[in-house]
């Protein structure tokens, strides 16, 4: 029922831009907190970016003052806005969500993924 679908994802050389979107479609009541984790073969998935409702922010260390993340409350949409690319972000990124569809029921979702690539 509720559907997470990400799009951005593609192949950009070090130092270029990308931007991230995750719309969430669905029985949805609130987002308490939407963001981006990625995965690199051979590694762990790990956090890249997080936003709340209310617009508090965290970040990994590595992406600081790079990646900017935002979110349009009235369309359940995420956005991640990548810049000065390196190559040590080529991975796999997902889309996350705490998703409500009413007060007393909720579950964190994932989207399918898409691949960024950062070439040197």
């Known amino acids: 029922q509720v559907r997470l679908v990400e799009s951005g994802g593609g192949l950009v050389q070090a130092g270029g831009s990308l931007a991230l979107s995750c719309a969430a479609s669905?029985?949805?009541?609130?987002?308490?907190?939407m963001g981006w984790y990625r995965q690199a073969p051979g590694k762990q998935r790990a956090l890249v970016a997080t936003i709340t409702s209310g617009g508090s922010t965290n970040y990994a260390d590595s992406v600081k003052g790079r990646f900017t993340i935002s979110r349009d409350n009235a369309k359940n949409t995420v956005l991640l806005q990548m810049n000065s690319l390196k190559p040590e972000d080529t991975a796999v990124y997902y889309c996350n969500a705490y998703i409500q569809d009413s007060y007393f029921r909720g579950a964190d979702r994932w989207g399918q993924g898409t691949q960024v690539t950062v070439s040197s």
């Open positions: 669905g029985s949805i009541w609130r987002i308490a907190t």
